[in-house]
């Protein structure tokens, strides 16, 4: 752990805060860490503030911030990276600049969502999630 600690501080320097550490069993340690965005200089009276502000491609910067909500949503949730390259793919496929709607779409064109039957069905139905996530009460 004091490794991967440090390996973070090599990487991303002395004002990197540690935001959690999580230890994989037999895997290794996750580390997650964060920097203080540099926002620059702030305005100067009397200045232009066209010269102070960068100028960028909006299309990209809309996709940029939807591939970033949806993975710093996932990674919260602990979803495994390959699951959360597939999904933020295939929500910036869709070309939706909303976040929470890219992510629907994404999640309902990768996989089938049913309502639980009323009545029984020939095979078994399993319900999974974590504890309290409300497994019992949604099949109630």
């Given at each position: 752990m004091t490794e991967a600690m440090d390996m973070v501080?090599?990487?991303?320097?002395?004002?990197?805060?540690i935001v959690s550490?999580?230890?994989?069993?037999?895997?290794g340690v996750r580390v997650t860490a964060?920097?203080?965005?540099?926002?620059?200089?702030?305005?100067?009276?009397?200045?232009?503030?066209?010269?102070?502000?960068?100028?960028?491609?909006?299309?990209?910067?809309d996709e940029d911030a939807v591939?970033?909500?949806?993975?710093?949503?996932l990674l919260r949730h602990a979803v495994p990276a390959e699951t959360i390259d597939m999904i933020a793919s295939t929500a910036l496929g869709l070309g939706?600049?909303?976040?929470r709607i890219a992510m629907m779409a994404a999640l309902e064109?990768?996989?089938?969502f049913e309502p639980i039957p009323q009545k029984g069905?020939?095979?078994?139905i399993m319900v999974v999630g974590t504890p309290g996530a409300g497994k019992t009460l949604a099949i109630a």
């Open positions: 501080r090599e990487s991303l320097g002395e004002d990197a805060i550490t999580h230890e994989e069993k037999g895997k964060a920097l203080e965005p540099d926002n620059g200089p702030g305005f100067e009276i009397g200045g232009s503030a066209e010269d102070q502000w960068l100028q960028y491609d909006e299309e990209v910067d591939a970033e909500e949806i993975t710093d949503v939706v600049t909303t976040p064109h990768l996989y089938n069905k020939a095979k078994p």
